[in-house]
């Protein structure tokens, strides 16, 4: 894990060998994640509005989740999976500021979508997951 990856991941408050880890991730999501999570992703994502999308709520309305001792399942897999594909984004580009600029341009192999317009939904962050590795080993340039 690089520095930077593991810079998001102490920002956050989360253990990275949870976001690396399967059986962490999935013992994290049942448990839940607090909803101040949601407040440092925010600040160091920079993309107040992606969480509002994924999260299915309205701005005005997602202050609310910060103060949740425990998300939802749900909610909670939501949020830490859209962590982990920055961090796999981060790891393939190097850089955080990179990760964020070709998360948020169009991308011809996912149809010319910008990866995180998929991110509100399993399949779309499945596939973004997928591009990023077939990029991490030279497939797409």
């Known amino acids: 894990m690089s520095k930077t990856e593991q810079g998001i991941f102490d920002a956050l408050g989360l253990p990275a060998k949870t976001l690396t880890n399967q059986a962490d991730f999935i013992r994290l999501v049942r448990r839940g994640v607090a909803g101040e999570v949601i407040q440092r992703a925010i ?60 998360l948020r341009m169009p991308v011809p192999a996912l149809a010319g979508e910008k990866p995180e317009a998929l991110f509100d939904t399993f399949e779309g962050r499945e596939w973004v997951s997928q591009v990023l590795r077939k990029v991490e080993h030279g497939e797409f340039m």
């Open 43 to 102: 600040k160091v994502l920079d993309n107040r509005e992606l969480f509002v999308r994924i999260l299915d709520t309205t701005s005005s309305n997602l202050s609310r989740y910060y103060r949740v001792k425990k998300l939802s399942r749900a909610d909670s897999e939501e949020t830490l999976d859209t962590i982990r594909l920055y961090a796999q984004a981060v790891s393939v580009s190097g850089d955080l500021e990179k990760a964020k600029e070709w």
